[in-house]
Each structure stands twice: as C-alpha cells, then as structure tokens.
C-alpha cells in the first residue's frame, strides 16, 4: 500500500508551525488545523520569497486553509506532495500571551507541538544567507524520535511589526532537508518587495 502524508498543521491562538506524518491507511494528505488559528490574517509587510524551480502554488489549499501561500512541486497538490512548504500569518496581540513577541510565539508553537508529539524533538537550525542583523527571525529544524512523529520540517518565524509569517518546509525524509533546493528557498526569505 502506498504510503501517504498525515499533516498537522500546527496552528492554535498561540502559533503556527507545519508537520507531516505518514500513514498508510490514509487515501490523500490530510491537514489538521488547532482550534483558536484565526484564518486568512494578513499582514501590511509583504514577505518576498523565490518559489522554487519545478514547484507551484496551490491557491486552492491556501484558500480552503486560510493560509497566506501553500508550495508544492508542479503536478501535485497538497493532498498527494512529498514536500510542502506552507506560509501561514498571525497577527501580533499584545494583550495575548504568546502572541505578544516572537520569542513567546516560538516557545509557545513549540509547548503546542510537545503536546501532541512529545518525542518532537527541535535542533536549532539558521538558512545559511538570512542576516539576523536585517530580518528578527527564529528557525529550528523539527523531527520525531519515532519515524514521521513529527515528520521532519524546517521552518522559520519571521517578526514584522503587525505579527508572525510562519514558513515552514515539511518532508516525508530527515534527509530531504538537505537537499539543496530547501536551503535555497529559506534563502530567499525577505520583507518588502516581492522578487
């Protein structure tokens, strides 16, 4: 039986984070949302970003998700992709806990991920060509000690002044993430203008 991706998608009041995990009962992707993500939040700051060679958008995800943007490789969807890359926005609440900075935002996503997959573990991880002089990021690399419980992803929380864009990469492999087309993309990551 083919195997087949069970994302959670890593989203309450608090944060947002992606993850895929396989099962094999599973006929399609499916996508799990926590209760309290406010969908289709935007932000005034734009987030410019390359999509990769070979990959496109999946307007119809992101719509159904409330997501700002879901990428996956040409000829695929985020219901049948071996790779996803989502990019998700939350407003900044200064009156909410772990709404109120990146680093509460970060460390509640993760207490959120912990508690669904407490064999989460996170290895700090930073794209090679994002200066932490120019953008206020937080980036980590995500797996489960036990095969897909999280399914590896890296991802990265850029701040701007009005909220959060969560941008992750989820694979089916730990080693998928070393391909070079996802140091690429996180590379690419930038506020303001699109490229």
């Keep these: 039986m083919t195997q087949k991706l069970l994302m959670l998608l890593v989203v309450s009041v608090l944060a947002i984070g992606l993850g895929l995990s396989f099962t094999s009962a ?6 799990i949302i926590r209760p309290g993500y406010k ?17 496109v958008k999946d307007e119809k995800a992101a719509k159904k998700l409330g997501l700002h943007s879901v990428l996956v490789p040409a000829e695929m969807t985020l219901e049948n992709a071996d790779k996803v890359i989502t990019i998700a926005f939350q407003k900044k609440d200064p ?12 460390t509640a996503d993760r ?11 996170f290895e700090k991880w930073q794209p090679a060509k994002l200066d932490p002089d120019k953008l206020n990021f937080l980036s980590f690399e995500m797996y ?9 992803q890296r ?14 990469l989820t694979t089916r492999t730990r080693n998928d ?3 070079p087309m996802c140091e690429e993309f996180f590379n690419t990551l930038g506020i ?3 490229h």
Aim: glycine fraction near 8%; hydrophobic fraction near 30%; proline fraction near 8%.
């Design 192 to 194: 303001g203008p699109s």
């Design 155 to 168: 991802f990265v929380v850029l701040d701007t002044d009005d909220g959060y864009f969560s941008i992750a």
């Design 144 to 152: 489960g000690k036990e095969k897909n419980k999280p399914s590896p």
């Design 111 to 121: 207490q959120n991920t912990l508690s669904q997959f407490p064999d989460a573990q």
């Design 95 to 106: 009156n909410k806990p772990g709404l109120e900075n990146l680093k509460n935002f970060v």
């Design 39 to 55: 969908k289709g939040q935007q932000s005034h700051t734009k987030l410019s970003f390359v999509i990769p060679q070979g990959w």
């Design 26 to 31: 599973a006929q399609e992707n499916s996508v």
């Design 177 to 179: 993430l070393q391909l």
